[in-house]
């Protein structure tokens, strides 16, 4: 298997604009998370899904995120409008059927987002 | 609610040093347990892990055991190396994070030859 697949590995962007990243989980992996990594914060969950269907979307910062998964192989994690304060490393994972946590996660590389 | 806390870095070490990163948490229930550690430009990758009281995980020569009593999960190598040079987090999962991990702040280690 190839793994967690992320893209686009960097981005670059103006603040104002919409950015996109993508995801592939696992084939067969139940769960996918987004998770937003910086240097002041830490890891932060931004939101999970469970088959395809948003779980816990607690962490998302505020409206101008939004993410999808239209289906088991597919999502994304949208920011509209972007600002500077967005850059960070964001990160896809997966997990199989909640197992507690028995399997742990796979992560992707991540996309480094910067916003100028 | 549910934190996981660790040892502040970052660690400096030189090479056949021993290592431990502190790492304690608190959650209701019994929470499973894991190290991950992130090379720079990766993700991170799952390196140990323990679903009970008394564990051990162990990987790679890095070593934890999932102590209740003291809710600790401490990182321990005997000898490091320079390639072990990385951001490592502990992590839980369960309780009333049921599905989900919860991260720790991430301790990262240099090991000078």
């Known amino acids: 298997d190839a793994g967690v697949i992320q893209s686009p590995r960097h981005e670059v962007t103006e603040m104002g604009q919409e950015v996109t990243l993508r995801c592939k989980p696992i084939?067969?992996?139940?769960?996918l998370f987004w998770y937003r990594q910086t240097m002041m914060r830490g890891l932060e969950l931004l939101i999970y899904?469970?088959?395809?269907?948003?779980?816990?979307d607690s962490g998302m910062p505020e409206d101008r995120f939004s993410a999808k998964m239209p289906n088991a192989s597919f999502s994304t994690l949208k920011i509209q409008p972007s600002e500077p304060r967005d850059s960070a490393v964001y990160f896809c994972?997966?997990?199989?059927?909640?197992?507690?946590?028995?399997?742990?996660?796979?992560f992707g590389s991540g996309t480094r987002l910067t916003v100028v | 609610g549910d934190s996981v806390t660790q040892m502040e870095g970052p660690v400096t070490l030189s090479e056949e040093a021993f290592l431990t990163i502190n790492c304690t948490y608190t959650?209701?229930?019994?929470?499973?347990l894991f190290w991950y550690v992130q090379y720079p430009g990766e993700g991170l990758q799952l390196l140990l892990k323990a679903t009970k009281a008394d564990d051990k995980g162990s990987n790679k020569g890095f070593e934890a055991t999932y102590r209740k009593e003291t809710t600790s999960f401490h990182l321990e190598k005997g000898s490091v190396q320079v390639s072990d040079s990385a951001v490592y987090f502990c992590?839980?999962?369960?309780?009333?994070?049921?599905?989900?991990?919860?991260f720790g702040q991430g301790t990262i280690l240099t090991v000078h030859p």
């Open positions: 959650a209701t229930g019994y929470p499973s």
């Open positions: 899904f469970n088959n395809n269907v948003p779980i816990d």
């Open positions: 084939s067969g992996h139940d769960y």
């Open positions: 992590a839980h999962e369960g309780g009333t994070s049921y599905g989900k991990l919860t």
């Open positions: 994972a997966s997990s199989p059927r909640r197992t507690g946590g028995t399997y742990g996660y796979t």
